[in-house]
């Protein structure tokens, strides 16, 4: 197994913009939500042979004409009861930027896949000799005691959480609250970026909710990044050329 350092998450707050202008009734409308979702800046390592184990390096090896980049972001969500989070979610674009007709970069691995812990953040990331990320997220009771009296106590399951576009130059993790659970807390996702070598991308970082305003209709807002550049774009680490045939 390969593990890569982590750096600590820096997080911004995003405003999240409804999708559409709508009168609640006695001439409220729907406003913007502030500090219900922060990103924390994109960071984007090169997977190269001094960085990876003896057992990844023929994998690495087996491809010279693809260059592998972890890229990791962090996510936090602000639990409001009376305007809960009905579903989240948190896109990556991966777009080339250069030369002209070079592939696309792709998305080849995703972690989670599934449930995530709503208080889980992965300080490491680890992978095995394919670029397969392995899972971090270890259970945590998170429940309050339900009586010092009698000691019981319960932990609440972990938020539902679902990768998506793994094998494809757009990813996403989607959020969505469950009964005894709603979306809260730090995530940490991380994804294996294969490029053309002798090219260069950019990954495009996207995020948006839907929210129970006052507990009767969900709500599409859909985050402003464009007033927080540095957590928007994060550009993929050069691909040198392949060495020339024979």
Same mark, same amino acid.
């Given at each position: 197994?390969?593990?890569?350092?982590?750096p600590e998450?820096?997080?911004l707050?995003?405003?999240? /913009?409804?999708?559409?202008?709508v009168?609640?009734?006695?001439?409220t409308?729907v406003?913007?939500e502030?500090?219900?979702?922060?990103l924390?800046?994109p960071?984007?390592?090169?997977?190269d042979?001094?960085?990876?184990?003896?057992?990844?390096?023929?994998?690495l090896?087996g491809?010279?004409?693809?260059?592998f980049?972890?890229?990791? =972001?962090?996510?936090?969500?602000?639990y409001?009861?009376?305007n809960?989070?009905g579903s989240?979610?948190v896109?990556?674009?991966l777009?080339?930027?250069?030369?002209?007709?070079?592939? /696309?970069?792709?998305?080849?691995?995703?972690?989670p896949?599934?449930?995530?812990?709503p208080?889980?953040?992965?300080?490491?990331?680890?992978f095995?000799?394919?670029?397969?990320?392995k899972?971090?997220?270890?259970?945590?009771?998170?429940?309050?005691?339900?009586?010092r009296?009698?000691?019981?106590s319960?932990?609440?399951?972990?938020v539902?959480? /679902?990768a998506h576009g /793994?094998?494809?130059?757009?990813?996403?993790?989607?959020?969505?609250?469950?009964?005894v659970?709603p979306?809260r807390?730090?995530?940490?996702? =991380?994804?294996?970026?294969?490029?053309?070598?002798?090219?260069s991308?950019?990954?495009?970082?996207g995020?948006?909710?839907?929210?129970?305003l006052?507990?009767k209709?969900?709500?599409l807002?859909?985050?402003k990044?464009?007033?927080?550049?540095?957590?928007?774009?994060?550009?993929l680490?050069a691909?040198?050329?392949?060495?020339?045939?024979g």
């Amino acid at each position: 197994m390969t593990t890569l350092d982590l750096p600590e998450p820096e997080l911004l707050s995003v405003l999240l /913009e409804p999708e559409q202008r709508v009168t609640l009734g006695r001439g409220t409308v729907v406003a913007a939500e502030a500090d219900r979702v922060c990103l924390g800046r994109p960071v984007c390592q090169p997977v190269d042979l001094d960085a990876v184990d003896a057992d990844t390096k023929p994998f690495l090896g087996g491809h010279p004409a693809s260059t592998f980049s972890l890229l990791a =972001l962090t996510v936090s969500f602000a639990y409001d009861e009376d305007n809960p989070l009905g579903s989240a979610w948190v896109d990556v674009a991966l777009r080339r930027e250069a030369p002209a007709g070079a592939p /696309e970069p792709v998305a080849r691995s995703m972690q989670p896949l599934s449930e995530a812990d709503p208080v889980n953040v992965a300080k490491k990331a680890t992978f095995d000799a394919s670029l397969k990320l392995k899972s971090s997220v270890l259970p945590a009771n998170i429940g309050p005691s339900i009586g010092r009296e009698n000691d019981r106590s319960y932990t609440q399951r972990a938020v539902s959480l /679902e990768a998506h576009g /793994e094998g494809s130059s757009a990813a996403r993790w989607e959020f969505f609250a469950t009964d005894v659970s709603p979306i809260r807390g730090t995530h940490r996702l =991380l994804l294996i970026v294969e490029t053309a070598s002798g090219s260069s991308g950019r990954a495009e970082i996207g995020a948006g909710a839907t929210i129970l305003l006052r507990r009767k209709r969900l709500f599409l807002f859909r985050a402003k990044l464009d007033q927080v550049p540095e957590v928007a774009v994060v550009a993929l680490p050069a691909a040198p050329a392949a060495p020339p045939a024979g």
